[in-house]
């Protein structure tokens, strides 16, 4: 998965991937922590929807989307139940961030994660 942190002005501030730093790790989560907070405004792109739960101790990524101040999310795939149910467009619309669905790219994502879904 990947994820892209733009800000209020259009300019990429980050990104990251699943795993990049951690065989634990998400994608939001390692673009984040390159963003730093701070991030009014800002628009973080993701290839998943981000995590509303999560099985690790680990802050679920809609939660540190809300703590960095970002306005827009705008993902492709919706969190498949293979770990957690998916609650994160949820969780981030109830906290009044914009949360923009591309279902027409879904396809697209879950291609290039067929080894999340067995099809690899």
Excluded: Q
Aim: proline fraction near 4%; include cysteine; hydrophobic fraction near 45%.
């Amino acid at each position: 998965m990947g994820a892209v942190v733009v800000g209020a002005d259009g300019r990429e501030i980050a990104r990251g991937h699943s795993r990049e730093d951690d065989p634990s790790g998400h994608a939001e989560e390692a673009a984040l922590a390159k963003a730093r907070a701070g991030l009014a405004g800002a628009t973080v792109y993701s290839s998943l929807e981000p995590c509303g739960l999560r099985k690790s101790h680990r802050t679920p990524c809609a939660e540190l989307i809300l703590a960095s101040g970002a306005s827009r999310v705008v993902f492709a795939w919706r969190e498949p139940t293979l770990f957690v149910e998916g609650t994160g467009a949820e969780r981030l619309i109830a906290a009044g961030v914009e949360v923009v669905e591309l279902p027409a790219l879904a396809a697209r994502a879950r291609e290039a994660n067929a080894h999340l879904l067995g099809h690899a």
